[in-house]
C-alpha cells in the first residue's frame, strides 16, 4: 500500500521569508502525488499535482513542488511566504482512484 | 458551476439521533467520495462511487454509518443513531471519471457535533 510521511506537523515563517514543507512517500512504483490547501473552517483546495510529464511542478498561488525518486520525496515550497499561506497543508497520494492524506502541517505565517 | 455542495454546514444533535448528510458533486463528475476529518485521526476515507455504485466501504466505521447516492446529482450520509465520538467534520468530494492524475473538488463540509 502507499503513503506518505509529513515530516513537520508545525511550520512557522515569517512573512517574505521562504517556505519548505516536507513530503516522503512510499510506493512500489510510480506515484501520483498532490500537494492540497485547507485554510481554517474551509474544504480542500488543490494546489499542485504530479502527473510524471515533469518532475519540478508548478501550482497556484507561487507553490511549486519536486519530485525526487532517488529521495522518495515531493517537497513543497515557495520563495516568499504571504500572510494568506497560513493554512493547512496535505501531501496526497493516489492509489486505485483513492486519495490517501498525510497527517498534515500547519503553516503559520508571522508578520 | 457552484462547486460541490454540501448540506447542512453545521449539525448538532443528540446522542441516538439520527443524522443525514447530503452531497451534490459537479455536473458531470461521475466519482464521489465522502471524508471524514477529526483531530485524532486527520482525514479518512469513508466511501466512495463511481457511476452512481459503491466501489470501496472499508472506510465505513461501523453499521450505523450507511450511504447512498440514488442519482449522479445527490448522495446521503446517514449515521443511525449517532454517538458522541461520531463528532468530525464530514467532507464530500467529487472528481471526473476515476484516474489516478483526476483532482477531487471539495465541498465546505458539514461539522458535526454529537452531543
Known amino acids: 500500500a502507499q503513503s506518505v510521511t509529513q515530516l513537520d506537523s508545525h511550520v512557522s515563517v515569517s512573512e517574505g521569508t521562504p517556505v519548505l514543507l516536507r513530503c516522503n512517500y512510499s510506493s512500489s512504483y510510480s506515484p501520483s502525488l498532490f500537494w492540497y490547501v485547507q485554510h481554517p473552517n474551509k474544504g480542500l483546495q488543490l494546489l499542485l499535482k504530479?502527473?510524471?510529464?515533469?518532475?519540478l511542478v508548478k501550482g497556484i498561488n507561487g507553490f511549486e513542488a519536486e519530485f525526487k525518486k532517488s529521495e522518495t520525496s515531493f517537497h513543497l515550497t515557495k520563495p516568499s511566504a504571504h500572510m494568506s499561506d497560513a493554512a493547512e497543508y496535505f501531501c496526497?497520494?493516489?492509489?486505485?482512484?483513492?486519495?490517501?492524506f498525510g497527517q498534515g502541517t500547519t503553516l503559520q505565517v508571522k508578520p | 458551476d457552484a462547486g460541490v455542495i454540501q448540506s447542512p454546514r453545521h449539525e448538532v444533535t443528540e446522542m441516538g439521533q439520527e443524522v443525514t448528510l447530503r452531497c451534490k458533486p459537479i455536473s458531470g463528475h461521475n466519482s464521489l467520495f465522502w471524508y471524514r476529518q477529526t483531530m485524532m485521526r486527520g482525514l479518512e476515507l469513508l466511501i466512495y462511487?463511481?457511476?452512481?455504485?459503491?466501489?470501496?466501504d472499508s472506510g465505513m466505521p461501523e453499521d450505523r454509518f450507511s450511504a447512498k447516492m440514488p442519482n449522479a446529482s445527490f448522495s446521503t450520509l446517514k449515521i443511525q443513531p449517532s454517538e458522541p465520538r461520531d463528532s468530525a467534520v464530514y467532507f464530500c468530494a467529487s472528481s471526473q471519471p476515476s484516474g489516478s492524475y483526476n483532482e477531487q473538488f471539495f465541498g465546505p463540509g458539514t461539522r458535526l457535533t454529537v452531543l
Open positions: 504530479y502527473t510524471s510529464a515533469a518532475t
Open positions: 462511487f463511481n457511476n452512481n455504485v459503491p466501489i470501496d
Open positions: 496526497v497520494v493516489s492509489e486505485a482512484g483513492k486519495l490517501i
